[in-house]
């Protein structure tokens, strides 16, 4: 039997699936449940690895990424925005209103102005602390399942049985000027196919960039592998470009046609939210490394 409605998200982020699963229940639609699911953290001041309050880049500047996705497989994405406080919404308007997919930088800040969009300081005096306390030495170096509560990409199954998907953070703290990770990236951060399912990506951006970890795992589903498998088989995909290398997080969670779940990733600390008729459920990750 299909489970449906369904949300499920990256990490234990309860209150933004419990969002989507407002909206799901009411009989709403899975673009509508991901996208205000997101918003959720986005507008969370604690929440350092999205939105509002997110760590800024090595100078200092919050600069967001977010994407989405829906049934049709359209979708939207914004890359480097800064002063914006929910770039999933903008990546939204950018799906809906535009004939292109991404905006970049101060072009997709300025049609976030057109949008309606309100300018936002998105750098909280915690951040803005921490930054100058980095500054001190200026070492990158990501920290591996950061307070557990990191960026979201979220995923939903409507009663209609349509798929939709969004992901958005601030990306990796003290980051070059211009950096973008895998969240806004179509294939990588996220990736929706109506028919078969869909998949998204938390950890470091880079390496999910360079399998296409999230359409990996949707086409590895096509062939017939549970969300379960797909994910474990995308994280083996990783390692296996990373002999040895045990100093870097990344999670992958997915979902089938059939409302079927499933995460993993590489080191232990990762969990996924699941939210449906059944309840409302934290779920540890399985990891590559023990
Ligand atoms: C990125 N994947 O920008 C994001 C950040 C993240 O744990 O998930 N941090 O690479």
């Known amino acids: 039997k ?10 234990n982020f309860k209150n933004a699936t419990a969002k989507a699963w407002e909206i799901l229940e009411a ?39 977010a994407c989405i996705m829906d049934k049709d497989g359209n979708c939207g994405a914004v890359l480097c925005m ?13 799906m809906e209103e535009t004939p292109h997919v ?16 309100e300018k936002t300081d998105l750098l909280t005096e915690q951040s803005r602390q921490e930054w100058l306390e980095w500054k001190k030495t200026s070492e990158y170096k ?10 979201i990409g979220i995923l939903a199954i409507d009663s209609k049985g349509d798929i939709s998907g969004a992901c958005t953070t601030s990306g990796m703290g003290y980051k070059y000027a211009g950096r973008v990770g895998d969240s806004p990236i179509i294939g990588a951060g996220l990736f929706v196919d109506n028919e078969i399912g869909a998949a998204t990506a938390t950890g470091v951006g880079e390496e999910v960039v360079r399998t296409v ?67 409302h459920a934290d779920n540890p990750s399985e990891s590559f490394l023990k």
Request: with cysteine; hydrophobic share 35%.
């Open 2 to 11: 299909e489970i449906r409605p369904i949300a499920i998200c990256t990490w």
């Open 27 to 65: 009989g709403g639609s899975s673009l509508d449940a991901v996208q205000e699911g997101a918003m959720v953290e986005e507008a969370d001041v604690n929440n350092q690895t999205v939105g509002v309050g997110g760590r800024p880049d090595r100078e200092g500047n919050v600069t967001l990424d």
């Open 82 to 94: 800064q002063n914006i406080a929910s770039p999933v919404s903008v990546a939204r308007k950018v």
């Open 102 to 117: 991404m905006l970049a930088g101060k072009g997709a800040e300025q049609f976030a102005y057109e949008q309606g969009f």
């Open 142 to 151: 990501p920290v591996i399942n950061i307070e557990n509560h990191d960026t």
């Open 213 to 279: 970890g999230s359409f990996l795992i949707v086409e590895l589903m096509r062939q017939g592998k549970s969300p379960q498998e797909a994910c474990e088989e995308g994280v083996k995909r990783i390692m296996a470009k990373n002999k040895g290398r045990t100093d870097f997080q990344i999670g992958f969670i997915a979902i089938n046609k059939k409302g079927e779940t499933g995460g993993y990733c590489i080191q232990p600390g990762f969990s996924y939210r699941t939210y449906s008729e059944a309840g």
